[in-house]
């Protein structure tokens, strides 16, 4: 079983381990999996080495506390570190070295952490799929058929077979959640108030309706808080465990089920989940009901009108600033057509859109009516849309504490899917719209039985779903866990963090052994 951060960080500070010996480890597990994955595309192996000896003086010499002493931390390759690349997957980038580090790298070496290296990214950060002409194709850890997801898709690979305890990516429409999923992981994004970016590059710079944020990726729930007290300088701690005896008197309103109030559904926007998607749902939810968490059904239109409304937000521009990027050199083949269709001309879409309607594709053809460039009033349009929609739904989650839903339609998907299934990861956008601090957390594998169960359909999104379940068993599923804003006053200025945390604890608490299939893939990487 390999370690986790948690148990590495303590480790190390009690004198139990130390943090050569770790890197030794990762390094290790790296080399036997590398060739099979293509995740840790930029290691820094000497540096870590040196930074692990200063690491070591350090505390021989003081008593310091350092909540990630030696953890080996991966980051995505769009964080800067110094000597390294941020290529964006895009060639005529290639030679772009790291003058220093990003603010969360800076921010993650000074809590002890030792970066070891950058993990690999889609092209541009433009699909949920891990490959680029510079790095070449990042393989999920458990099936080289299909991919890890994106776009934190290296580090989330890396995470689940291993490699490292802990990475830092970034998700602006599901990009750390997605990956997590899809690679059987815990992952874990604040709000915007709390981490920002981290300082990664910005691929975005004209969109500032919604903004990409920072966050991390691990094996353990109480990994990823771990790594949220060592970036906010706080102690996140479980908070009380929900049940009536340890409830104290008058801090909720709902006796008998510990506080917390959870809202779940089980649909996932455009594309009908699969039945292993919708049975961790189920799970994780039953899981809860039997901690005490008092659990209320509700209809998930709300989630996928929010994930049109975002789609319709992020394509505002075209797909300007994303080409910019690639200065006159020509995109890989996925990345160009999502870019051609997001610079449709408005005029074109609805005839275009009517074409693949009558020709089955009804998925596609809602995305053409829905997305494209806007001029300004448009684009202010969509935006006070997106105001009127925050408030609609604030009204109706004013009474619940969390949300629990799928994080994706899909388990992983193939290689070279991922443009067409771009709507599989819809229940995602609904936490990135609004800044809702979000995780994703294993729940289950699919079943054999699990792997058709949809209907004969003319849609080519449909199709490409059908076929991403066929020969699905043994991959695994999460859920997603949404926080709001909470039911009750407080000073408390993580409590929407804290309270997606602990959702996510009581529902990893249930957490069987993977089957057979899964445990002769991952090898020793698999940490559970």
């Given at each position: 079983?390999?370690?986790?951060?948690?148990?590495?960080?303590?480790?190390?500070?009690?004198?139990?381990?130390?943090?050569?010996?770790?890197?030794?480890?990762?390094?290790?597990?790296?080399?036997?999996?590398?060739?099979?994955?293509?995740?840790?595309?930029?290691?820094?192996?000497?540096?870590?080495?040196?930074?692990?000896?200063?690491?070591?003086?350090?505390?021989?010499?003081q008593s310091i506390h350092m909540p990630l002493a030696g953890v080996p931390v991966s980051?995505?390759?769009?964080?800067?570190?110094?000597?390294?690349?941020?290529?964006?997957?895009?060639?005529?980038?290639?030679?772009?070295?790291?003058?220093?580090?990003?603010?969360?790298?800076?921010?993650?070496?000074?809590?002890?952490?030792?970066?070891?290296?950058?993990?690999?990214?889609?092209?541009?950060?433009?699909?949920?799929?891990?490959?680029?002409?510079?790095?070449?194709?990042?393989?999920?850890?458990?099936?080289?058929?299909?991919?890890?997801?994106?776009?934190?898709?290296?580090?989330?690979?890396?995470?689940?077979?291993?490699?490292?305890?802990?990475?830092?990516?970034?998700?602006?429409?599901?990009?750390?959640?997605?990956?997590?999923?899809?690679?059987?992981?815990?992952?874990?994004?604040?709000?915007?108030?709390?981490?920002?970016?981290?300082?990664?590059?910005?691929?975005?710079?004209?969109?500032?309706?919604?903004?990409?944020?920072?966050?991390?990726?691990?094996?353990?729930?109480?990994?990823?808080?771990?790594?949220?007290?060592?970036?906010?300088?706080?102690?996140?701690?479980?908070?009380?465990?929900?049940?009536?005896?340890?409830?104290?008197?008058?801090?909720?309103?709902?006796?008998?089920?510990?506080?917390?109030?959870?809202?779940?559904?089980?649909?996932?926007?455009?594309?009908?989940?699969?039945?292993?998607?919708?049975?961790?749902?189920?799970?994780?939810?039953?899981?809860?009901?039997?901690?005490?968490?008092?659990?209320?059904?509700?209809?998930?239109?709300?989630?996928?009108?929010?994930?049109?409304?975002?789609?319709?937000?992020?394509?505002?521009?075209?797909?300007?600033?994303?080409?910019?990027?690639?200065?006159?050199?020509?995109?890989?083949?996925?990345?160009?057509?999502?870019?051609?269709?997001?610079?449709?001309?408005?005029?074109?879409?609805?005839?275009?859109?009517?074409?693949?309607?009558?020709?089955?594709?009804?998925?596609?053809?809602?995305?053409?009516?829905?997305?494209?460039?806007?001029?300004?009033?448009?684009?202010?349009?969509?935006?006070?849309?997106?105001?009127?929609?925050?408030?609609?739904?604030?009204?109706?989650?004013?009474?619940?504490?969390?949300?629990?839903?799928?994080?994706?339609?899909?388990?992983?998907?193939?290689?070279?899917?991922?443009?067409?299934?771009?709507?599989?990861?819809a229940p995602c956008l609904l936490a990135n719209l609004l800044d809702l601090p979000a995780?994703?957390?294993?729940?289950?594998?699919?079943?054999?039985?699990?792997?058709?169960?949809?209907?004969?359909?003319?849609?080519?999104?449909?199709?490409?779903?059908?076929?991403?379940?066929?020969?699905?068993?043994?991959?695994?599923?999460?859920?997603?866990?949404?926080?709001?804003?909470?039911?009750?006053?407080?000073?408390?200025?993580?409590?929407?963090?804290?309270?997606?945390?602990?959702?996510?604890?009581?529902?990893?608490?249930?957490m069987n052994r993977p089957p057979e299939r899964v445990v002769e893939l991952a090898g020793?990487?698999?940490?559970?």
């Amino acid at each position: 079983m390999a370690a986790s951060a948690v148990s590495i960080a303590d480790d190390v500070a009690s004198g139990r381990a130390r943090p050569r010996e770790v890197l030794a480890d990762h390094v290790a597990r790296h080399r036997a999996t590398h060739a099979s994955l293509n995740a840790l595309v930029q290691p820094r192996h000497v540096a870590a080495d040196a930074e692990v000896e200063r690491l070591e003086s350090r505390l021989r010499e003081q008593s310091i506390h350092m909540p990630l002493a030696g953890v080996p931390v991966s980051v995505k390759e769009c964080f800067a570190v110094a000597g390294l690349v941020t290529s964006l997957g895009i060639p005529s980038r290639r030679g772009d070295l790291d003058g220093s580090d990003a603010a969360i790298v800076t921010r993650l070496r000074a809590a002890g952490a030792i970066i070891v290296g950058k993990g690999n990214i889609p092209q541009a950060m433009y699909l949920h799929e891990t490959d680029n002409p510079v790095w070449g194709r990042t393989n999920h850890p458990f099936n080289a058929a299909r991919g890890p997801g994106g776009s934190s898709g290296g580090d989330a690979a890396l995470v689940a077979a291993g490699v490292v305890p802990l990475a830092v990516g970034t998700d602006l429409a599901g990009s750390i959640r997605q990956p997590a999923h899809a690679c059987g992981i815990a992952g874990f994004l604040p709000r915007s108030v709390v981490l920002g970016d981290g300082g990664a590059f910005d691929t975005l710079p004209h969109l500032t309706v919604v903004r990409p944020r920072a966050g991390f990726l691990a094996r353990e729930v109480d990994d990823l808080a771990r790594a949220l007290e060592a970036m906010t300088g706080g102690a996140v701690v479980a908070a009380p465990s929900c049940t009536a005896d340890s409830m104290p008197t008058g801090r909720r309103d709902h006796a008998g089920n510990g506080g917390l109030r959870v809202a779940w559904w089980d649909d996932a926007g455009p594309l009908e989940p699969s039945r292993a998607v919708q049975r961790a749902v189920h799970e994780a939810v039953d899981r809860l009901t039997r901690a005490g968490v008092e659990t209320v059904r509700l209809e998930g239109s709300l989630a996928a009108e929010a994930a049109w409304l975002h789609l319709a937000v992020l394509s505002a521009d075209g797909g300007a600033d994303i080409r910019r990027l690639f200065a006159g050199t020509r995109p890989m083949p996925p990345v160009a057509l999502l870019l051609r269709l997001a610079g449709l001309p408005t005029w074109l879409r609805p005839l275009l859109a009517a074409v693949s309607q009558a020709a089955g594709g009804g998925i596609e053809a809602e995305a053409l009516r829905v997305t494209g460039p806007r001029q300004a009033a448009a684009f202010s349009d969509l935006c006070d849309r997106r105001l009127e929609f925050a408030a609609r739904f604030a009204a109706a989650m004013s009474a619940y504490d969390a949300i629990v839903c799928p994080v994706s339609a899909l388990p992983a998907l193939r290689h070279g899917t991922a443009a067409r299934l771009l709507v599989a990861a819809a229940p995602c956008l609904l936490a990135n719209l609004l800044d809702l601090p979000a995780g994703t957390v294993p729940v289950t594998w699919v079943r054999p039985d699990e792997e058709a169960g949809r209907g004969r359909s003319r849609d080519r999104v449909v199709q490409a779903a059908a076929a991403t379940d066929h020969d699905s068993r043994g991959l695994p599923v999460g859920v997603q866990v949404v926080g709001l804003t909470g039911r009750l006053p407080t000073t408390d200025h993580l409590r929407p963090e804290r309270t997606v945390l602990e959702v996510m604890r009581l529902i990893e608490r249930g957490m069987n052994r993977p089957p057979e299939r899964v445990v002769e893939l991952a090898g020793m990487g698999y940490g559970r």
